[in-house]
């Protein structure tokens, strides 16, 4: 009875005892693959950046190195391991500008800085719900939703932020529509794709025209609703997307002549993502019917110099057949090699999916989660491809 | 009732004796057996003879149970340091609380990985539900005037209840208290007031008034108020180490509520009850990196009027009836969310009529069958582009049949729904037509009733939630009801007296579930990315084991010690994806609890512990996603004493004594260390 007794006593004790300690987090290492290697040309790897699903913290960079063919996954928290709570919420952009990596995480309202060759982080720029980025001259140009800093506390309107390159200070900062997507550079003029999506049905229908010289908003190009992607060919052209309202009005894609400013033709084609390499623009139409609750996905090229649709699609079948959700999109600019991702359902790892010119599949290979933007590393890069 | 018409098998005696053995059954008594005795006594002596067959008859339930019954009692409660519903519940085994943190923080609970959906809340046997997001907060009850806190896997094992109580996968039943008085008095005011951690100022009375011989008065109110500040920490070996102050976690609340008990001459009862929520609180989000503050808010207010009538008006007939309406109000504001009216601000009004009629009828004295029909009317409202407006009319009807020897029982109920959506605009719900039947037995073995052994099946349902189907760019009005099956064994013992061990009792269960068509969010390609599928599938296996001691120490000192364990195994067998066999997001395979009281003369120490094991934040269980196990241990000091000849009790809680810092949902950090002071005076 005694020992009994004793035992309960020494059990609850050792319970409470236990409860003190834990063991500690480790930063959670980075993952590497060999996967067939790339003839390395200008271009020597890509680095992808995974968004993450909104509120998981979850976005992530990989690297993949055409000449040793070793992919590496999740190779930020490694890399920086005083960044509290790595890399950050929602990874929207990424692109390569000089000897800096930039991303943009988009639920973190910041522009991260990093080296290009280790991933260290050089500096962490404030921008409120930042969305896309682009480069030239110097600058980095940064497209965000909330002008709270910038245009005062109740415009609903966003903005595209100057930064220096150098300095990494923001500069200068331009009033544009609401909602701003995607930025493209031609020549001395900004081009910047507004959606208004915070108010529908009163979408904007507007890409804004900022002079580089005087960062002023010159011009509203009137387009279509939701626009979203903006991508510039080598012939002063502009592929913008519209993405319609999800319901009645369908996803479009239009071209703008920059000479004129104005629209010159369109296509009736759905377009979620794009991309353009030498003389073709590589189309994603992911489209969600409210009406069917049914997906109708095309993978469309158009050859920009002559703005035709081509009638074949840019992936083999096979491939095709296996993405559940296609999301990023990216052609290596000298090899014509296709990289295209599989977001699967948004909360577990996505596929990069490797395609050479000829419609063969080289390699698929799983990365984090939504993995949605690649930049690519140029030997002597200067811009954003 | 028909139980207790066995008359001769069952004399009084042996009722007591159960009834006590049962208290003791699922969580051991402070007290000695002996005052327990007593009490049931006091029982007999104030109410009328129906009222004893029904409270014997339904701790008879709890062991005859054939479904797996947990209760924490009024004594149970005050030994647990929770604040509200949500804080207890946590204790009973099979159960993983989603706690978002904080006062004011979201907290839904999820019984043996079924989702939260699945569990139906009662209080005081009407139906909380949320038909726009299927979600009931349990962090709004607070435990001030809750009476007991029952969990049914399955369901409550009486065929005298409403068809929702039937419907459902698993239901929690909230027992406000009722009016006791002693003879001399006719009113009695009980007034608490606690302060603690996070500036939680909550002052609250009880009062109940004897109005005759049948009718008695019971009013409550209780105000919440707390910034919700508290520190946590984030910190990487050789990395970051981060300590910040939660913020935007404040909330002020007021709850009151009003209601009126008769005694009918048939021997039943009726109440009548309103009931008042209203809160304004700050939603404090997610922590990412580089995003410490939140400024989005919430106010919400729940008004409902309950009436509920059970009697017997003919003989080897019982009837219950419950209506009730209910109105609540939930507004949502973004001030980042900068539309061209301004910042977005969501209103959200939902209304419900509720209608139950049950009919038992005793067919002989060893069966008895009841038909319950319920009838509903559910409507949301809100300032939402492209919103459809739903209704949806609910007809749920449930056969019973219950047959009960000395050493066998067994229920068989037959479920039919249908369910009719209708919406002013765009595309409306399919209409529902759904067919659930349930069985369950105990059985006892030997010649000893300490031990049964018990079994159900059960098929179950959960409809779409109006923001499945509607909500703007997210919703999918093509959904289906998500089903669940479940199949349960388990075994209960229970004993007295071996020594010093004063009471003993043990339960095991293994069950098995299956959920299908789950409902699920999915990639939709547009600027919310969602959309509602029924495509999740998943097996969950599971074994459930808790035991409690009553032990009688030297000088007068009595321990009661509780344990409780689970092991769950909840596997993704949807077909075709990545996650094929992986354990479902947060949910451990390995968790428990102790709960531990030392009761000395007016004194009592309560010590409680909880293990939640290494869980995965989301689908894929890879190193990312992975969450380290947690642990917190509870202590309390309670003293009893007299004010004026009033009675007194102080109380005093550490919480998470050993300040660990962990996030029950990932980015959502918990509070480390806390304190909180309880005083209460009866008077």
Not at chain 2, 537 to 545: P, S, T
Not at chain 2, 622 to 633: A, E, G, L, R
Request: with cysteine; glycine share 6%.
């Amino acid at each position: 009875m005694k020992t009994n007794y004793n035992f309960w006593l020494l059990f609850t004790l050792s319970v409470i005892t236990l409860s003190g300690c834990r063991s500690d987090d480790t930063i959670i290492p980075g993952e590497e693959e060999t996967l067939p290697t790339e003839t390395v040309t200008t271009v020597e790897g890509f680095y992808l950046l995974n968004e993450g699903n909104m509120n998981m913290n979850k976005a992530s960079l990989d690297y993949y190195d055409y000449q040793t063919g070793t992919y590496s996954r999740n190779i930020y928290g490694e890399a920086n391991p005083e960044a509290t709570l790595g890399l950050g919420d929602v990874g929207n952009d990424i692109g390569i500008y000089g000897s800096k990596l930039y991303a943009v995480i988009n639920n973190s309202n910041k522009l991260e800085v990093m080296d290009v060759k280790t991933s260290k982080r050089i500096k962490v720029i404030d921008i409120k719900n930042c969305r896309y980025v682009t480069f030239s001259n110097g600058k980095a140009y940064v497209s965000a939703y909330d002008g709270e800093v910038q245009l005062g506390e109740t415009s609903a309107n966003g903005f595209v932020a100057e930064i220096d390159t150098v300095s990494l200070e923001i500069t200068n900062a331009v009033k544009v529509g609401r909602q701003p997507e995607e930025i493209a550079i031609v020549g001395e003029k900004l081009y910047v794709a507004n959606s208004g999506g915070y108010s529908p049905p009163n979408y904007e229908r507007t890409i804004s025209v900022i002079d580089l010289n005087t960062f002023t908003k010159i011009k509203d190009i009137d387009v279509a609703i939701n626009l979203h992607r903006l991508k510039a060919d080598d012939y002063g052209d502009l592929y913008v997307s519209s993405r319609g309202d999800y319901y009645e009005t369908p996803s479009k894609l239009f071209v703008i002549d920059t000479k004129s400013d104005s629209v010159k033709k369109s296509f009736d084609i759905a377009c979620s993502n794009l991309t353009i390499a030498k003389d073709t623009a590589y189309i994603i139409g992911s489209e969600f019917n409210y009406s069917t609750f049914d997906w109708v996905i095309n993978y469309s090229m158009i050859d920009v110099k002559s703005e035709t649709l081509l009638d074949n699609s840019f992936l083999p079948q096979t491939v095709s057949e296996a993405i559940k959700t296609p999301y990023g999109i990216a052609v290596d600019p000298v090899s014509s090699t296709i990289y295209i991702t599989d977001a699967g359902d948004y909360v577990s790892p996505g596929t990069l999916y490797c395609i050479d010119k000829d419609g063969n599949t080289k390699f698929t290979v799983t990365t984090g989660d939504i993995p949605g933007h690649i930049t690519f590393q140029l030997k002597t890069t200067t811009l954003n491809p | 009732m028909y139980l207790c018409k066995k008359g001769g098998s069952h004399p009084i005696s042996t009722l007591l004796v159960t009834w006590v053995m049962l208290s003791n059954m699922l969580y051991a008594q402070s007290n000695p057996s002996k005052v327990k005795i007593d009490k049931s006594l006091d029982s007999i002596g104030r109410t009328v003879l129906g009222e004893i067959t029904l409270i014997s008859t339904r701790h008879k339930f709890k062991i005859k149970s054939p479904m797996p019954a947990q209760v924490l009692s009024e004594q149970q409660l005050k030994k647990l340091n929770s604040f509200s519903v949500a804080d207890a519940i946590r204790y009973f085994s099979g159960v993983q609380l989603k706690d978002y943190g904080g006062v004011g923080g979201l907290k839904t609970v999820n019984v043996r990985s079924l989702g939260s959906a699945h569990t139906a809340v009662f209080y005081d046997g009407m139906s909380i539900s949320n038909a726009q997001n299927g979600q009931v907060d349990l962090g709004k009850y607070s435990l001030d005037n809750i009476e007991a806190i029952e969990l049914y896997n399955g369901q409550k094992s009486s065929i005298l209840q409403p068809a929702r109580g039937l419907f459902s996968s698993n239901t929690l039943f909230l027992k406000t208290k009722t009016p006791h008085f002693s003879k001399t008095k006719k009113s009695q005011v009980k007034a608490t007031f606690k302060i603690g951690s996070f500036g939680l100022i909550s002052p609250s009375f009880l009062y109940q008034q004897k109005l005759s011989k049948k009718l008695a008065l019971s009013a409550s109110a209780e105000w919440v108020k707390a910034h919700g500040r508290y520190k946590y920490r984030y910190q990487k070996d050789g990395g970051y180490d981060t300590t910040a102050t939660r913020q935007n976690g404040d909330i002020t609340a007021l709850r009151s509520e009003l209601s009126l008990h008769a005694k009918l001459k048939g021997g039943g009862n009726a109440i009548l009850k309103a009931y008042l929520y209203n809160s304004e609180r700050g939603l404090p989000g997610a922590i990412v990196a580089n995003r410490y503050k939140h400024v989005q808010r919430q106010w919400d207010t729940n008004i409902f009027v309950h009436g509920m009538l059970q009697n017997t008006y003919f003989k080897k007939h019982k009837l219950l009836v419950n209506l009730k309406f209910s109105r609540d109000y939930s507004r949502y504001i973004d001030p980042d969310y900068k539309t061209l009216e301004g910042a977005l601000d969501n209103k959200y009004y939902q209304n419900e009529f509720y209608a139950s009629i049950v009919n038992q009828y005793t067919l002989k004295n060893w069966w008895s069958i009841s038909l319950a029909t319920d009838y509903s009317v559910n409507t949301l409202d809100a300032n939402l582009y492209r919103f459809p407006y739903p209704t949806r009319y609910s007809y749920l009807g449930a056969f019973s049949s219950h047959m009960s020897w000395n050493r066998f029982n067994i229920q068989a109920n037959l479920l039919g729904g249908y369910i009719d959506e209708h919406v002013k605009y765009y595309q409306q719900g399919d209409n529902q037509y759904v067919f659930c039947p349930v069985l369950s037995a105990s059985y006892q073995p030997f010649n000893t009733k300490k031990f049964r052994v018990r079994a159900y099946y059960k098929e179950s349902f959960r409809m779409p939630t109006f923001n499945d189907l509607y909500y703007t760019f997210v919703g999918n009005s093509s959904l289906r009801p998500e089903f669940t099956t479940q199949y349960n064994f388990g075994a209960t013992y229970i004993s007295q007296s071996i020594g010093f061990l004063q009471s003993l009792s043990l339960q095991a269960d293994v069950y098995y579930n299956h959920i299908k068509d789950k409902i699920i969010a999915m990639p939709s390609s547009n600027l919310f990315r969602w959309t509602m599928m029924n495509l999740g599938e998943v097996d969950i296996k599971g074994l459930e084991a808790n035991a409690n001691f009553s032990f009688q120490l030297p000088s007068k000192t009595t321990l009661n010690l509780g344990l409780n364990y689970t092991y769950q195994q909840a596997i993704d067998v949807t077909k075709s994806t990545t996650t094929y066999g992986d354990q479902i997001p947060y949910t451990p395979k390995h968790s428990g609890t102790l709960t531990s009281s030392l009761n000395w003369e007016n004194w009592q120490i309560n010590y409680s512990f909880i293990y939640t094991g290494e869980r995965y934040s989301q689908k894929a269980n890879i190193p990312v996603n992975y969450v380290k196990p947690w642990y917190t241990s509870d202590l309390a000091f309670t003293w009893n004493s007299k004010f004026l000849k009033m009675p007194l009790k102080i109380g005093i809680e550490v919480n998470n004594v050993f300040n660990q810092y962990y996030d029950v949902v990932l980015n959502f950090p918990m509070p480390g260390r806390n304190y909180r002071l309880n005083l209460s005076l009866i008077f």
